[in-house]
């Protein structure tokens, strides 16, 4: 089945520096690929997401980039700042039973030192 | 309104107990799903209904059943728990199933005793 692997599990970075979050995924067949974040005690919330036929998709200091021959897609935050603290999910959807999922990766505590 | 609510927001049961969760959302989502978190963890898909039919259950227990009595609510009954049950449980909606974003509840914190 389709399987999600996301990298680092954990990134501490300092203030105003870039953090990069990397996935691969396994089912040629997935062509929607949403980042959630979650911070502590609240509900994820999707902060970026990005279809098959598109390469690359900014939304202010976010992006993500995804390369589908090798499998794998990136977040890529900019100027980070405090607020960014949280966990990070990446997912990749997966068709079942003639309904679509959403697999997700393991998560990235992102750290931001002030 | 965008939002998905849910209730309770917290809730302890004994292994013989019967109760049940809520969720409702009024964004005219045709696609809801019920997600099991642990600490620590990523969300784990367990059921998914598609224009009010159960089109994905990943293999739950059948402690658990999950009922959609209209579009806009989804109801996750649950019976004779055990304590791994405990986790958080949060409701998600989207327009399309799975391909379109998916709006969280903040989740039920289970306890199970």
């Known amino acids: 089945g389709e399987n999600v692997e996301q990298h680092p599990s954990t990134l501490s970075v300092q203030e105003g520096d870039s953090a990069v979050i990397k996935c691969t995924y396994s089912d040629s067949a997935s062509n929607y690929f949403p980042w959630y974040k979650q911070e502590l005690g609240k509900r994820p919330q999707l902060i970026i997401d990005?279809?098959?036929?598109?390469g690359e998709k900014k939304d202010q200091r976010i992006a993500v980039t995804l390369n589908k021959t090798a499998k794998h897609f990136s977040l890529h935050i900019t100027e980070t700042q405090p607020e960014d603290s949280a966990v990070y999910f990446c997912a990749a959807s997966k068709l079942q039973g003639g309904s679509e999922k959403l697999v997700f990766g393991k998560g990235t505590k992102l750290t931001v030192n002030p | 309104d965008t939002e998905v609510t849910q209730t309770p927001k917290h809730l302890v049961m004994g292994m013989t107990n019967k109760k049940s969760l809520k969720c409702e959302q009024h964004m005219g989502h045709r696609a809801m799903y019920w997600y099991k978190q642990k600490a620590k963890k990523p969300p784990e898909l367990m059921f998914v209904y598609s224009y009010e039919k159960l089109s994905i259950n990943e293999s739950v227990p059948s402690r658990f059943s999950p009922e959609c009595p209209n579009s806009s609510l989804l109801n996750l009954h649950l019976h004779a728990l055990q304590p791994e049950d405990s986790a958080l449980y949060l409701c998600a909606s989207s327009q399309v199933p799975g391909l379109d974003e998916q709006y969280f509840g903040p989740g039920t914190r289970l306890t199970v005793t």
């Open positions: 990005i279809r098959s036929n598109v």
